[in-house]
């Protein structure tokens, strides 16, 4: 009875791992397939994102749940590759699997040697790694492939490119490049695609009868507690001179801090407030300020951008770096758009990307994050053959290793996952995956298979090229849940997963 309940939760785990890969392995690779994904109130969105489409199902299964979790770890870490990962982990676990039922290996032995495994396939990924440089073709070549199944994906592989060369000295920190801190992607349906050189914010004027533009002009961050005078502070039965002594007094007040505002010099002021007083808000219409909200996430971005510290407190507005002056602002009213350029801080751009409909939209401004990601890490940590070229090298090297006893079936676990990958992307392209594989197995290192022609090709002159770290990311990502999944022998229904109140009962 014990054999069964064991067998019964490596099928039960093995097929909820498996049946999440089914739902995203045909979006692989530049021709693969979409998903319609329509939520409960019947709004509905075509990707073929792995991480937007794998976020958007309803997942019970607890190890389905834990593919899921890996994939939007991928997404975190580096911004591509979830699909990737999710694919060699139903792959590795598939072939464990088959190990510990059809021939008897201990789930010990398999999880050590996919352990091994999957660390050596990481160093000889890394060694195989060659730099790029930001004004080498290769960079170009990284952006299109990453996007190369997105939706205009070599369209915006271009403006990716285009927005990184743009801000490339202003975006190294720590010795790396971080295109976070200097690229904002905004997306705005029926608006042409634009690469503004300043920050664009989602915004409007807090009045529109403030001045619709500023030229060269100073301006100020604040985060000063600006909030009106609440109405339950008069209280019902208040006597009518201590209502009006009250708001005579909230008038003075707003008098006295617009006065301070106004006193730095500052015509423009961005407001982090999220409430600001009625009679605040008229002081600075009457003296021709151009104010506009601004949302605690967008203080920090926005004070690098224009070199200026925030005014968090009264005190502050006597500090010179609290003002920067700033070449123009200015409010598209028709799309609801503020602009702020040429500032004397960091250089930064906002890309806007557009779309036919909000859905064609957010998948563009998906897709040029995924390109951002795949070129930053590129640049940071080198690039290796894309289109399954580089896993087919990895497992060419592992069949070199020599592990002692039944732990080698963990290398053959590994090199099925790598496998897979080209695989895939060949049987999503129209082609017998397996026997694409086996002529790009005959060809040198570096060759893969041309999904246009279906011939063995250079990946590298064909300009088919991956950041390294997507792949040494999604490949520790599918050994991990592997190993956690194999190593299972029972589900077991708990009443309480707090460490806390374990803890307790003990004492």
């Known amino acids: 009875m014990a054999q069964n309940v064991e067998v019964d939760a490596l099928d039960s785990n093995s097929n909820a791992a498996i049946s999440v890969a089914e739902a995203v392995r045909t979006t692989l690779g530049p021709k693969g397939l979409d998903k319609l994904l329509i939520d409960q109130m019947l709004n509905r969105h075509v990707s073929n994102d792995g991480v937007t489409i794998l976020l958007s199902l309803r997942t019970i299964h607890p190890v389905a749940r834990m593919i899921v979790e890996i994939a939007e770890r991928q997404e975190e870490l580096v911004g591509d590759g979830t699909t990737t990962a999710v694919v060699m982990a139903a792959e590795m676990i598939k072939e464990g699997r088959r190990f510990i039922r059809e021939m008897g290996v201990h789930p ?85 695609d634009q690469l503004i050189d300043g920050i664009v914010l989602e915004r409007r004027r807090i009045d529109p009868s403030m001045p619709r533009e500023k030229l060269n002009g100073k301006i100020l961050i604040c985060k000063l507690d600006l909030k009106p005078v609440k109405s339950d502070w008069l209280k019902e039965g208040s006597r009518y001179s201590d209502v009006l002594t009250m708001e005579k007094d909230r008038d003075r007040r707003a008098k006295e801090i617009v006065d301070s505002l106004l006193a730095t010099g500052a015509e423009t002021i961005l ?42 407190m009264p005190q502050d507005l006597q500090q010179p770096d609290v003002t920067a002056r700033i070449g123009r602002v200015y409010e598209d009213e028709t799309h609801s758009l503020i602009h702020l350029e040429k500032s004397s801080g960091k250089r930064m751009v906002t890309l806007i990307v557009s779309g036919t409909t909000k859905e064609t939209s957010l998948e563009r401004w998906r897709a040029v994050l995924d390109g951002l990601n795949a070129a930053e890490a590129a640049l940071n940590q080198r690039v290796v053959p894309g289109g399954g070229a580089a896993e087919l090298y990895v497992e060419k090297r592992l069949r070199e290793l020599q592990l002692k006893g039944v732990e080698q079936v963990g290398v053959d676990v590994v090199n099925q996952a790598l496998e897979s990958v080209m695989r895939q992307l060949l049987t999503n392209a129209g082609y017998n995956g397996l026997e694409k594989v086996m002529a790009a197995k005959a060809s040198p290192d570096g060759y893969g298979i041309d999904i246009n022609t279906g011939l063995p090709a250079d990946m590298r002159e064909k300009g088919v090229l991956d950041p390294v770290l997507v792949k040494t990311t999604a490949l520790q990502a599918a050994g991990e849940i592997t190993r956690s999944v194999l190593r299972i022998d029972r589900n077991l229904a708990a009443e309480n997963l707090d460490p806390g109140a374990v803890s307790d009962a003990k004492r």
């Open 271 to 312: 407001i982090a407030s999220p409430e600001v007083d009625e009679m605040i808000e008229n002081q600075l219409i009457a003296r021709g300020v151009f104010a506009t909200h601004i949302a605690t996430d967008e203080v920090e971005p926005l004070a690098r951008y224009l070199g200026v510290r925030p005014a968090r």
């Open 108 to 192: 010990t032995k398999v999880v050590e040697g996919i352990e091994v495994a999957v660390a050596s396939a990481c160093k000889i990924l890394e060694e195989y790694a060659v730099p790029i440089r930001l004004e080498d073709v290769a960079l170009e070549q990284v952006a299109t492939t990453a996007l190369a199944s997105k939706l205009d994906g070599r369209g915006l592989s271009k403006v990716v490119v285009q927005s990184i060369r743009a801000v490339a000295n202003e975006a190294i920190y720590d010795g790396k490049y971080d295109f976070e801190k200097c690229i904002a992607v905004i997306r705005k349906a029926n608006y042409e």
